[in-house]
């Protein structure tokens, strides 16, 4: 069973960076593919950004060129560095992950990931 510990966040004003950290534990398998997720109140949950065991990346349209996603596998630890950020960046964030066999699937959908964290909140002032 794996478990993920998120940590960072907080307020920032516009313009501001901040970084999410999510450690994971537990882990077994070879590949994992992990991702970022956030939900602003009132809307669904939305992915950010994924990357799989090789370092691939892909990030949703909103926060291209403004967020970068990474992973230290060594310290089995999930990272996302927020730049340029905006109100509409305000969101509870949610790290997550599940394995994967063979093929990788680039996903975004949240009900592609098995393993979640506890969340962490990002406001961000204008």
């Known amino acids: 069973q794996v478990q993920l510990v998120q940590s960072g966040g907080g307020s920032v004003q516009a313009g501001g960076s901040l970084r999410l950290s999510c450690a994971a534990s537990g882990s077994t398998h070879s590949s994992y593919r992990m991702g970022w997720f956030r939900q602003a109140p009132g809307k669904e949950r939305e992915g950010v950004a994924t990357?799989?065991?090789?370092?691939?990346?892909y990030y949703a349209d909103s926060v291209k060129g403004r967020f970068i996603i990474s992973q230290d596998n060594a310290k089995a630890i999930l990272s996302l560095e927020m730049n340029s950020l905006k109100s509409e960046d305000t969101a509870m964030y949610y790290c997550?992950?599940?394995?994967?066999?063979?093929?990788?699937?680039?996903?975004?959908?949240?009900?592609?990931?098995?393993?979640w964290g506890q969340g962490t909140q990002v406001t961000v002032s204008s």
């Open positions: 990357i799989d065991t090789d370092g691939i990346t």
């Open positions: 997550a992950a599940r394995e994967e066999y063979g093929a990788r699937i680039v996903s975004l959908n949240q009900y592609y990931y098995k393993y």
